[in-house]
């Protein structure tokens, strides 16, 4: 049999199980929403939004529409007005605002060639040794990280220059160290960067609002950047280090390459003036973001008035029509109905059987606390590798781990804030997150490479938690 055939056989298959999968789904969700009570029904929600959402992350616009009128239907019974007081309070007080300007404010880096810029300077200033570039690489996605929720985006902006990088050194697709290791890190990179900033990644305002709804510690942009980027930049490191270890460049540094790189630059010619403008608006929008509980102001809505502007005629960095067609309303209505099913889970306690039976089975009561809490973080660490998306993994794992952390008597946060910083990191298979299949795509590196790459890095990465992470956070009072 033909390649070509075996992959066809292989897409029907594929096909053929989530049909069948998806089935079983629906025949389970109703037959628990018609014999359960509410606690029930919302579990059996919560089931069905996983699958669908894990499963077909193209429809994530229709399926997220389709759960919050399925929650709306069982009548999930708390006041709607607190519903929308938590969707919209998300961030401090800015909530889907901060969300909405920060894919507008995306667009307008995107679009005037600031964002390819940016990255391409800190690229170039490293010249061109390979194992430099790959260490630009990820300060890139370091620089490009607060600036959208839309981690596929930032792929999207980031994979031409990788792309770029890898063949000014003119290597073979497949065969080349240096090219793997290029993309591998950048793939890395934007999972690790992301658990940076409380604006990097949709999972993270969930995570926070779960944190604070079950312990009462409100993480605004600005504590959540002083929880999570001291041990993202320590992990980003150790995650260079591996890649660069595991993929030393069998390429040397040369003119020619570094000439290339340079070119890159180049024919961007001279920064314009929609890019200053664009790098203006986003710097008052971050500051408004990191300073609201200075200022009191509702830095959402402020933020979104200055990158309405960018769409005003004479200026027009970006254009009406053509933006109505970028805009992510997948991405929008996945975290609307994320946050209400978060908190109907919240509300109804409905994970919280699942939690007691894993406790009672595993007789996790008999541990010490202390081999409890790292037996957790490992567990969730690796558990990514079920999930195909950040945000349906925070949207169970978060509350899993506070009812875990109930059971044993543990302070909430002492697990929810390790579990909310790991959420990001999904980085052992490449159906995890959409951003590991478009630089998977590329083709530089395999799926093996990955795999042991991803284990290695989500290793460490539980590990720097229960090494570091707690102590650090002990510190600062956050558990």
């Known amino acids: 049999m033909e390649e070509k055939e075996w992959r066809k056989l292989g897409f029907i298959n594929e096909k053929i199980m989530k049909l069948t999968l998806t089935i079983l789904t629906f025949v389970i969700f109703i037959w628990v929403a018609a014999t359960s009570a509410m606690q029930g029904k919302i579990l059996g929600v919560v089931l069905l939004a996983l699958i669908l959402w894990s499963l077909y992350p193209q429809y994530h ?54 964002a390819r810029r940016i990255a391409l300077k800190i690229v170039t200033s490293l010249g061109g040794d390979p194992a430099k570039i790959i260490l630009a690489v990820a300060l890139a996605n370091l620089a490009v990280a607060p600036l959208s929720p839309s981690t596929t985006a930032k792929a999207f902006l980031l994979l031409p220059i990788c792309m770029g990088l890898v063949k000014a050194f003119g290597v073979e697709k497949g065969k080349s160290n240096y090219g793997a290791g290029v993309m591998i890190m950048a793939m890395a990179a934007n999972n690790i960067c992301s658990t940076g900033f409380l604006t990097a990644t949709v999972p993270n305002p969930i995570s926070a609002s779960y944190i604070e ?32 270890w595991m993929f030393k460049p069998e390429v040397k540094k040369s003119s020619e390459a570094l000439k290339n790189i340079w070119d890159m630059e180049k024919r961007m010619g001279v920064i314009s003036r929609k890019e200053i403008l664009v790098a203006l608006l986003f710097s008052i929008s971050l500051t408004l973001w990191i300073t609201e509980k200075i200022h009191g102001l509702n830095s959402g809505l402020l933020s979104l008035a200055l990158s309405l502007l960018l769409f005003l005629p004479g200026i027009e960095v970006i254009r009406v029509r053509g933006f109505a067609g970028e805009v992510p309303w997948g991405s929008i209505t996945l975290f ?29 009561h008999r541990l010490p606390p202390l081999l409890f809490l790292i037996l957790v973080i490992i567990v969730c660490m690796f558990i990514h590798v079920i999930f195909t998306s950040t945000t349906v993994y925070a ?27 790991l959420t990001p990191i999904a980085l052992i298979l490449p159906v995890n997150t959409i951003p590991n299949l478009v630089f998977y795509s590329s083709g530089y590196f395999t799926q093996k490479q990955m795999i042991t790459y991803g284990l290695i890095v989500s290793l460490m990465s539980a590990f720097l938690i229960i090494l570091i992470g707690l102590p650090y956070w002990l510190s600062i009072g956050l558990i």
Request: hydrophobic letters at 60%; aromatic letters at 14%.
């Open 61 to 114: 616009f229709f399926s997220s529409i389709f759960i919050i009128l399925l929650l709306s239907l069982f009548g999930i019974s708390f006041n709607l007005n607190e519903f929308i007081n938590a969707l919209f309070l998300t961030y401090g007080r800015s909530g889907l605002w901060i969300i909405i300007s920060g894919f507008i404010l995306s667009e307008g880096m995107e679009v005037s060639g600031l």
């Open 213 to 244: 709804d079950a312990a009462g510690i409100s993480l605004s942009w600005f504590e959540w950047l002083r929880m999570a980027l001291p041990l993202t930049l320590i992990l980003l490191i150790f995650s260079w280090l591996v890649c660069k």
């Open 336 to 364: 609307a109905a994320s946050m209400l099913l978060a908190k109907s889970v919240s509300y109804w306690k409905a994970l919280d059987p699942v939690a007691y039976s894993i406790f009672e089975s595993l007789s996790l």
């Open 395 to 421: 949207t169970v794992m978060i509350p899993l781990s506070i009812s875990l952390a109930k059971l044993q008597m543990l302070p909430v946060q002492m697990i929810a804030i390790p579990v909310a910083f």
